[in-house]
Nanobody, 123 residues
């Protein structure tokens, strides 16, 4: 069973920073690449970032490249998303995901999802 629980969302102002966390079951960390998608109101779910199981590879969506940093602590079985220089367009529900294949960028290809955490950025 793969379980993913996000935390760390909340209210922020433009230019602020937030760090999201995703606590994962042992199976997820041992076998899966992991990452984040987000969904703004009225929009489709959008790829944000992913990281391979061995930490060797990371991938970012164009809209967050250079501002967000993904990392994972395999000893704590936790995935992180450090979000700096936040913008109002970063507002949305952020979903942690786990996938058997690194490089997933389409929501339809994802194996497992968390329930999401809401991030709201005001101008």
């Amino acid at each position: 069973q793969v379980e993913l629980v996000e935390s760390g969302g909340g209210l922020a102002k433009a230019g602020d920073s937030l760090r999201l966390s995703c606590a994962a079951s042992e199976r997820a960390f041992n076998w899966y690449a992991m990452g984040w998608f987000r969904q703004a109101p009225g929009k489709e779910r959008e790829f944000v970032a992913s990281i391979s199981r061995n930490l060797a590879n990371v991938d970012y969506g164009d809209s967050v490249q250079g501002r967000f940093t993904i990392s994972r602590d395999n000893t704590k079985m936790t995935l992180y998303l450090q979000m700096d220089s936040l913008k109002p367009e970063d507002t949305g529900v952020y979903y942690c995901f786990a996938d058997r294949v690194y490089g997933t960028r389409r929501q339809g290809d994802v194996d497992y999802w968390g329930k999401g955490t809401l991030v709201t950025v005001s101008s």
